[in-house]
C-alpha cells in the first residue's frame, strides 16, 4: 500500500475522531472501539477464501451480523457482541473483557461501521496498520496537552500479546 493511501485511511480515521470527540467520545475510548471493530472485520476477512480460518467468533456475533445492520439494531447487536465476546474463554474473552459500546449516536456508529467494512485490512501489511495506530496516536498527543507524546499500553493487551506470543529469553520475535 501507498504512503498516500496510508495518510488517506489516517485522515479518514481521525476525522471520525474528531467527529465523535465533540460529541463526548475520549480519543482513548474511540481508539479503543476502532481497535474491536477491527478486530471483528478481520475475523469476518480471515473466515472467507482464501485463508479459511475460523477465529472463534461465534455465529450471530459476526462482522457480517453486525455490518448488515443500522439505526437501534447495530448498536443493540454491537452491544451483544461485545458481550457475547468478552465471556468467551481464552484470548478472545481477555480481549473483549469489559468491552463496552461507547458510541451512543447510531449514526456515527454506522459510520464507523462503514468506513471499517471499506477496507481490506488483512491485506494491508502490519506496517501499515501500524502506521495507522501510531498516526491516532500522534494527532491524539498533538491534540491533547494531557496526551505530551507519551503512549501508554494497557496491562491487559501486554499480557494478552505476552500469552499469544509466548516470548522467550534472548529470542526475537518478528
Known amino acids: 500500500m501507498s504512503e498516500n493511501n496510508t495518510s488517506t485511511i489516517i485522515s479518514k480515521?481521525?476525522?471520525?475522531?474528531?467527529?465523535?470527540?465533540?460529541d463526548g467520545v475520549s480519543y482513548g475510548d474511540y481508539l479503543e472501539?476502532?481497535?474491536?471493530?477491527?478486530?471483528?472485520?478481520?475475523?469476518?476477512?480471515?473466515?472467507?477464501?482464501?485463508?479459511n480460518r475460523n477465529l472463534g467468533i461465534p455465529q450471530?456475533?459476526?462482522?457480517?451480523?453486525?455490518?448488515?445492520?443500522?439505526?437501534v439494531d447495530l448498536e443493540q447487536q454491537y452491544k451483544r457482541t461485545l458481550e457475547k465476546l468478552a465471556e468467551k474463554p481464552g484470548i478472545l474473552g481477555e480481549i473483549f473483557t469489559g468491552a463496552q459500546n461507547?458510541?451512543?449516536?447510531a449514526?456515527?456508529?454506522?459510520?464507523?461501521?462503514?468506513?471499517?467494512?471499506?477496507?481490506?485490512?488483512?491485506?494491508m501489511s502490519t506496517d501499515v496498520k501500524g502506521d495507522i495506530y501510531e498516526g491516532l496516536l500522534e494527532k491524539n498527543a498533538e491534540d491533547t496537552k494531557s496526551g505530551a507524546g507519551?503512549?501508554?499500553?494497557?496491562?491487559a493487551l501486554i499480557q494478552a500479546?505476552?500469552?499469544?506470543?509466548?516470548?522467550?529469553?534472548m529470542k526475537t520475535i518478528a
Open 161 to 169: 500479546m505476552v500469552e499469544c506470543l509466548r516470548p522467550e529469553p
Open 13 to 22: 480515521v481521525w476525522s471520525m475522531c474528531g467527529v465523535l470527540y465533540d
Open 107 to 123: 449514526a456515527k456508529l454506522a459510520r464507523i461501521v462503514k468506513m471499517i467494512d471499506d477496507e481490506n485490512w488483512v491485506s
Open 60 to 71: 450471530g456475533y459476526t462482522w457480517a451480523d453486525m455490518n448488515s445492520l443500522s439505526g
Open 150 to 155: 507519551q503512549y501508554f499500553t494497557p496491562r
Open 33 to 51: 472501539q476502532l481497535t474491536y471493530m477491527i478486530f471483528l472485520k478481520m475475523a469476518d476477512e480471515y473466515s472467507r477464501p482464501p485463508y
Open 102 to 105: 461507547k458510541i451512543s449516536e
